[in-house]
């Protein structure tokens, strides 16, 4: 008895540790202001200010750094380019501030400009996403200008090495010449700058069709001396983001360096405000939930990276940047240098084809797989293969749960074969309960024997259940940071598989007008699961301790509103799941003549 119980309360803590946090969280936070879903780039404005807070500058000169740790940018290098200022422009306007000083972004996928002044990626609109299942709602803004109240840009260039600090760079206020005006799949535009003393810079940017920006800088030396450069890229974003706030999702910036993920959460900034680091290969940016903003570099070349944050005008300044080894420049010589950008959807088969064709390392690692990584990403590539078989991802997601059973069906068979002997010995087990009601050690020890002469065992029952917890994990983590189920709908009212249940038995499903607490908010799929999860519960033997029963009983209950937060694919899978299971565990009770109804 012992063992069972302590196997119950193990069960119940495990559930309790991966998915109660997330509860309790959900019900103790303050509503966001604005939809999750927003757009991209939105953060929390202080009110009355505005414009560009400036960057925390470009990636110095090698062998300098302030009292902080940061790199400085080098003498003539952008560094903070304008503090905002009472009455900042919308989005929209800060672009048509600058309309005819732009070069236009136009692929199936990307909308958006690119300023000659500054050279600045600094508009990238994602056309196949919406902020809401509103078809006419706005489409997902990922970068914005700077003027704007949010600004969030990509931008490259070259530092100038010991002794060219007198040397003119490209930076923020530098105007470039473009030989066109649209950048098209196939239609590369180049810019052009002179510095007049010498140098000439030249820069090709392409697009492809999906969201990946490749930029080649050339640097062109007609002067007299030898200077060496250094290039970089950076990834700069005003404003602290609005987040989900959930432990188990990464947002923020990130990278993989020698191999490895490193995540940063905005917080951790509070205590060290600039983290560098050297690497030989990956990739550097800032992820949201669904989008990513990712600077990919030479990977074959040691480069220095760095997350940095920086106040300005009481708001918050992030960036991340890399610089690549210096590139000496002799008279009449040039020195060429290749960055990608991507700015777009967090989708795995596009990271994954990055990874392979650019040899971008662990690009896949910018979505949040979780500990569960090993199965989570197969998971999705047969949810991916179910969907395209189905037309649907609710059938996928009833399609893969069949073939979870069938790969676990040896395990759950002689599981619940134990648990069919375990029902069938219930008289037994309580005529000895009877008879040594007054001496619990001979029961036990009763117990045991008869446990042994008839080959049953009294835990059995919740392996299936111990099983489940990580495959239950690595699907909800699939459900949660996979931008391909945002917004699949199901049947019905499901139009979202990626949320919770949108409708409400508290409120009579909208016919009470009454603002029920996050907690109560239990849909129809919610409830359908607790009641196959209490019929299943009906099948099996039930413990003899009466405590432990009330436990079990109260499992169901608990489950409901505990999932009832949680995104509608994953209820429709535990419940699917459930009656697979009382389909398996029912033939079984049947073929070994036990009756269902104990």
């Not at 080649?216 to 001396?225: I, K, M, S």
């Not at 987040?243 to 993989?256: A, D, F, K, R």
Request: proline share 8%; with cysteine; aromatic share 12%.
């Amino acid at each position: 008895m012992v063992e069972q119980r302590n196997l119950i309360l193990a069960v119940v803590l495990s559930i309790a540790v991966l998915f109660g946090f997330e509860m309790v969280w959900r019900m103790i936070s303050p509503p966001p202001p604005t939809p999750v879903e927003q757009t991209v780039g939105e953060g929390l404005t202080p009110s009355g200010e505005t414009g560009d807070t400036g960057g925390v500058g470009a990636p110095g000169a090698p062998g300098t750094a302030d009292a902080g740790g940061a790199v400085p940018p080098a003498p003539g290098m952008p560094t903070v380019d304008g503090a905002g200022a009472a009455g900042a422009m919308t989005r929209e306007e800060a672009i048509a501030a600058t309309e005819g000083d732009r070069v236009v972004i136009d692929t199936p996928l990307v909308h958006g400009s690119l300023r000659l002044k500054g050279a600045r990626l600094d508009d990238i609109t994602l056309t196949e996403y919406r902020e809401d299942l509103d078809p006419d709602s706005p489409p997902i803004h990922l970068f914005s200008p700077s003027g704007a109240v949010d600004p969030y840009y990509a931008e490259f260039g070259w530092v100038a090495g010991p002794g060219g600090e007198s040397l003119a760079m490209p930076g923020p206020d530098t105007q470039w010449e473009a030989s066109s005006d649209t950048l098209r799949r196939g239609e590369p535009v180049t810019l052009t700058w002179d510095n007049g003393q010498g140098l000439r810079f030249v820069r090709t940017l392409e697009i492809d069709d999906a969201y990946m920006f490749t930029v080649t800088q050339r640097v062109e030396n007609t002067g007299a001396e030898a200077v060496t450069l250094y290039p970089y890229g950076l990834v700069s974003r005003t404003d602290r983001p609005q987040t989900t706030g959930i432990w188990i999702l990464h947002e923020g910036p990130l990278g993989v360096f020698d191999g490895t993920l490193t995540e940063v959460n905005y917080d951790d900034f509070e205590d060290e405000p600039t983290q560098a680091q050297t690497t030989t290969g990956g990739w550097i940016g800032i992820t949201d939930k669904y989008w990513l903003a990712a600077l990919a570099f030479d990977q074959d070349a040691e480069a220095t990276t760095r997350f940095s944050r920086r106040m300005v005008d009481g708001r918050e300044k992030f960036q991340v940047d890399y610089r690549l080894p210096g590139r000496t420049l002799e008279p009449g010589s040039s020195v060429q240098a290749t960055n990608h950008l991507f700015a777009g959807a967090k989708k795995l088969q596009i990271l994954d084809k990055y990874e392979d064709k650019l040899g971008i390392t662990n690009f896949d690692l910018a979505i949040d797989f979780g500990w569960f990584y090993f199965m989570t990403k197969p998971f999705f590539y047969a949810l991916l293969w179910l969907e395209d078989f189905f037309g649907n991802f609710g059938l996928a997601i009833l399609g893969l749960t069949v073939l979870i059973k069938l790969a676990f069906y040896p395990l759950a068979n002689k599981s619940y074969t134990s648990m069919t002997k375990m029902k069938k010995l219930q008289p037994e087990m309580k005529k000895l309960q009877e008879r040594f009601k007054d001496d619990r050690q001979r029961m036990s020890q009763e117990l045991m024997m008869l446990y042994k002469r008839e080959k049953a065992s009294p835990v059995s029952g919740c392996l299936p259940i111990l099983v489940q917890i990580p495959v239950f994990f690595a699907l909800y983590k699939v459900l949660f940071v996979s931008i391909e189920m945002r917004h699949a709908p199901f049947y019905g009212w499901i139009e979202d598989l990626s949320a919770p249940d949108p409708t409400n038995v508290f409120t009579l499903f909208g016919l009470i007008p009454w603002d029920a607490p996050a907690f109560l908010a239990v849909g129809i799929w919610p409830l359908i699961m607790g009641g196959t999860m209490f019929l299943q519960q009906k099948l099996n033997p039930a413990p003899p301790d009466p405590t432990q029963a009330k436990i079990m009983t109260f499992l169901p209950i608990m489950f409901t509103f505990l999932l009832a937060q949680f995104p509608a694919g994953l209820v429709i899978y535990w419940t699917w799941n459930n009656l697979l299971s009382m389909a398996q565990q029912w033939f079984i009770m049947k073929r070994m003549g036990v009756s269902v109804n104990g």
